[in-house]
């Protein structure tokens, strides 16, 4: 059986928003709070959160190493092993983006650049989009990392980075996506 259109036109599942506003507005976050009716009638708040989008990439040595990085999250209170990733910047080009941040992050430049795609990590209660881009020809140059962004950049083979996220110890959902993107186009590229 196929799937159904993701979006039909008109989508009969959609909500109305009947009332927005802006709840709170950091440095690049921004948190709504709508009031919408569902399709059923019945009225409900939407809270979410505003992204400006990000690029991650996927950085493959010419020897199947991916270069990774080891990074605080707040958040959780912990570091996280990832691929390198970072917000667009506004008007910023997604693959001039995906550049800045492998340089900055990384200190590599490379020579071919190939979209993967991307997808919304957090659908639930945010717009965020990541773009994802495979980065090959890999040569490093020197990086320069924001002021208050410190991180452990090491090298991996990819095969051990997708094993370390099938048995849940890389939890990071980009990272996670991003090394089953590349096992699948590695696997497009040999046949």
């Not at 009969?12 to 009031?35: I, M, N």
């Not at 399709?39 to 979410?48: C, K, L, T, V």
């Amino acid at each position: 059986m196929p799937l159904p259109e993701q979006t039909p036109r008109p989508d009969p599942l959609a909500e109305q928003t009947l009332e927005s506003r802006l709840a709170w507005q950091g440095a690049f976050l921004e948190v709504h709070l709508d009031r919408v009716r569902c399709p059923d009638g019945h009225i409900a708040p939407r809270e979410y959160l505003r992204h400006p989008g990000a690029v991650m990439i996927i950085p493959l040595l010419n020897d199947g190493q991916l270069v990774l990085e080891r990074q605080y999250r707040y958040p959780l209170r912990r570091s996280f092993i990832e691929l390198p990733a970072g917000k667009i910047d506004p008007g910023e080009d997604l693959l001039a983006c995906a550049q800045r941040e492998l340089r900055e992050e990384t200190g590599y430049v490379a020579r071919e650049w190939v979209h993967l795609g991307g997808f919304h990590n957090a659908i639930g209660y945010c717009d965020e989009k990541i773009e994802v881009f495979l980065a090959r020809g890999l040569v490093h140059q020197g990086g320069q990392t924001d002021a208050g962004e410190v991180l452990e950049i090491f090298t991996a083979p990819w095969q051990e980075v997708l094993a370390a996220t099938l048995a849940g110890q890389i939890t990071d959902v980009k990272t996670i996506i991003g090394v089953h993107w590349l096992e699948k186009h590695l696997a497009k590229d040999r046949s």
